[in-house]
């Protein structure tokens, strides 16, 4: 850097040439001169300066456009070819001699139309100024060339005045920047400061006052991206270094998008992992928290005590709650455990479900394990209530054996397949049919019922697969069987044990290929229909007799339903006599309020032969003569109260000796509670359900009767 305090060039100390054809303009000039330049050399014509400029050699010449002889236009010229750096100053006339004046630019001299001395003085200082300029420009150019010569990038030296390229490296030629080239373009990045000339209007080459360099980056240049550095070399000149940065501009904005892509999709995921209802947690090798979601809170309920970073053997509800066991088993054995019931202890006492897995990263290195749990206390609710339910469809009752019935039902909802329902007289078999057909596929289609039982062999034959116009007496016209008009739907064959060996034969073949032919015609027809069969008889012990046959039974116990009798399952009977007084207490138009402790405990004993339809008469005759309130012993059948004598024969051996007015008086208040408690082992519960009363009622009676509990 050139040393800001040395002195610069002054006309004092530079020797002048003179030259003029006009002696009162020569003298005018020597006598403004006078004392201004440091020698002074005077000619009147062209020829003559060349001379004195040979013999004197002065820094400046200052000559008019118009000389005698030779030109002063040529003496400039030829001054040039003997010393290019020699200063020239021209005086012209304004009008005449205006080619002069061109031609004397184009010989690189100060052109000067007004000869005056003051505006001759002040052309000749700037003179001086432009060869202390040049001078300096040409001491930097040798170690410039010698320095940008060897950059890999775009470099070159600017003239500040003229903007112009003094010199510039191969990298910069290359784009078109040469030495001579005036930068007003990108390169020179006066458009990327604010203001015509700089960041405030200043001069883009302000760096030049301070000597501090000045970095503009992201310029847009010959189709790329530069990082430009503006370095002053002297009061005159600037040195340009452009780095292209495009490639690395597009590995950063690549870097970028594919950064956010990787931030978006870890918002997506932890969106999603927050968002799942199932409460995730994970561990390392040491149970320490690294990740939990909200669920996890919303179900376990311990707030900020299993925050990341917590160890879960420390917090005591995890032990009780089983969740640390099954995480302990999969970080033991890196095996999965699956399915695992268990209570929430933290929580409200939810019941999860929970599963948990081996925790893996990218490298397939073991690093924990992750805890899956579900609350599925609602599910187990719901689970528990279809335990218990107490009705399906028009089928009433919940106890064990109904419940299994209940889901054969379920399981046949989606099955095509023949049914048969056995049970005794009584039971309910119509009632499981409808079930089957109503909670099936088959649902929208009809459902045809058939008494076999009730009509002959020929009857039969002609209800189930019709017949034809004649094919017998009294056939007056066609008429379509019972198989065909359930197309689509379902058949309930009843009774199916009393039928003919003809019918076993013809039913066969129609449960194997569901064809047929009517009585008297010779097509065979198609029916798509499901057969149901109900029997209150042992068709097995038939089979054996040799009266059913057996290819037949087999075909249709595909699926067997078994009802049980209602004195196997005596705890339903509370709850068949609540429906059967609802229902007859909606059509008569009476409110019962229940049954007294006396016909509870009759029906609790009672052997019921005739299973439900009996109790439903029963209570149906009660109905009539109860005018509303509790049901009590006079409203009952009298055979009900008081039943005729039983012949040994013809008694089950499971049933109990029958109660009749002469072996067992009508039982008291307290006989009926202490019988109702004595059967039940003195489980309260179930004794009140037996005796159709809440277990509240049961207490109060118990407290009023004074019956205290066994020791």
């Not at 040409?138 to 990038?153: A, D, F, K």
Request: aromatic content about 4%; glycine content about 8%.
């Amino acid at each position: 850097m050139p040393d800001q305090t040395s002195k610069p060039p002054s006309l004092r100390d530079m020797a002048v040439l003179l030259v003029s054809g006009d002696p009162a303009r020569m003298e005018r000039a020597r006598s403004s001169l006078q004392g201004a330049v440091g020698e002074l050399y005077a000619a009147a014509a062209g020829q003559e300066g060349m001379y004195a400029f040979a013999r004197h050699r002065p820094d400046m010449v200052v000559t008019a456009a118009n000389l005698p002889g030779m030109s002063g236009t040529a003496m400039v010229l030829a001054i040039r070819d003997i010393n290019p750096d020699t200063a020239v100053v021209m005086a012209v006339d304004p009008y005449p001699e205006v080619l002069a004046a061109a031609l004397a630019v184009k010989a690189d001299a100060y052109v000067l139309a007004d000869a005056g001395p003051e505006a001759l003085l002040a052309a000749m200082e700037s003179c001086v100024a432009d060869i202390a300029r040049h001078k300096e420009l040409e001491q930097q150019r040798g170690l410039t060339e010698l320095l940008l010569g060897g950059l890999p990038n775009p470099a070159m030296l600017l003239d500040r005045e003229t903007r112009r390229i003094i010199l510039a490296n191969t990298r910069a030629k290359r784009l078109g920047l040469d030495a001579g080239t005036v930068l007003t373009g990108p390169m020179l990045p006066v458009e990327s400061l604010a203001g015509p000339d700089g960041p405030d209007g200043s001069d883009p080459f302000g760096p030049l006052a301070t000597y501090q360099p000045v970095q503009v980056d992201d310029v847009q240049a010959f189709g790329r991206t530069w990082d430009i550095t503006i370095i002053p070399v002297s009061q005159h000149a600037v040195l340009h270094f452009a780095v292209d940065i495009t490639d690395r501009k597009e590995a950063e904005r690549a870097l970028i998008a594919v950064t956010m892509e990787k931030e978006q999709y870890r918002r997506n995921l932890e969106a999603i992992f927050q968002s799942i209802p199932d409460a995730i947690l994970t561990v390392d090798t040491n149970l320490e928290i690294i990740e939990t979601n909200k669920s996890l809170e919303d179900i376990c309920g311990l707030g900020s005590r299993i925050s990341v970073g917590t160890r879960l053997d420390g917090i005591p509800e995890t032990v009780s709650c089983g969740c640390l066991d099954i995480l302990r088993s999969t970080l033991a054995t890196r095996r999965p455990v699956k399915e695992r019931r268990m209570e929430c202890a933290a929580g409200n006492g939810q019941v999860l479900v929970a599963n948990s897995a081996p925790l893996v990263d990218s490298d397939g290195n073991f690093t924990g394990a992750v805890l899956v749990m579900r609350d599925i206390t609602r599910l187990e609710e719901l689970e528990k209530t279809l335990r218990e339910r107490s009705t399906f469809g028009n089928i009433v009752g919940k106890s064990e054996p109904m419940q299994r019935v209940y889901t054969l039902l379920e399981h046949l909802a989606d099955a095509d397949a023949t049914v048969l329902i056995t049970g005794e007289s009584g039971t309910g078999k119509e009632l499981v049919a409808d079930a089957v057909h109503y909670g099936g596929k088959r649902a929208s289609g009809p459902l045809v019922k058939v008494n076999c039982a009730a009509l002959s062999e020929n009857l039969l034959e002609s209800e189930l697969f019709g017949h034809v116009r004649g094919a017998f007496t009294g056939a007056s016209a066609d008429k379509v069987g019972r198989f065909q008009a359930a197309q689509g739907g379902t058949v309930l064959l009843d009774e199916i044990g009393d039928i003919s060996p003809g019918i076993q034969l013809k039913l066969l073949r129609f449960l194997e290929s569901r064809e047929f032919e009517r009585v008297g015609d010779s097509r065979t027809l198609k029916a798509d229909v499901r057969v149901v069969a109900a029997t209150n008889v042992d068709l097995m012990d038939k089979v054996r007799q040799g009266l059913f046959r057996e290819d037949l039974y087999y075909r249709l116990k595909v699926m067997v339903i078994g009802l049980p009798a209602l004195r196997e399952r005596r705890e339903d009977i509370p709850l068949l006599a609540e429906h059967f007084m609802a229902r007859f207490g909606q059509s008569s138009g009476k409110h019962f309020s229940g049954l007294s402790p006396e016909v509870m405990a009759l029906f609790m004993t009672h052997p019921w032969p005739g299973n439900v339809r009996e109790l439903k008469h029963a209570l149906e005759h009660a109905a009539i003569l109860c005018p509303g309130g509790e049901m009590g012993m006079e409203h009952l059948p009298r055979d009900l109260v008081c039943p005729p004598e039983t012949p040994p024969w013809s008694r089950r051996s499971t049933d109990p000796e029958p109660a009749t007015p002469q072996s067992a008086p009508p039982a008291s208040d307290r006989e009926v509670l202490l019988g109702a408690l004595e059967r039940t082992g003195w489980n309260k519960a179930k004794a009140a359900r037996q005796l159709g009363i809440g277990r509240c009622t049961l207490y109060r009676r118990l407290e009023r009767l004074g019956i205290p509990d066994p020791d």
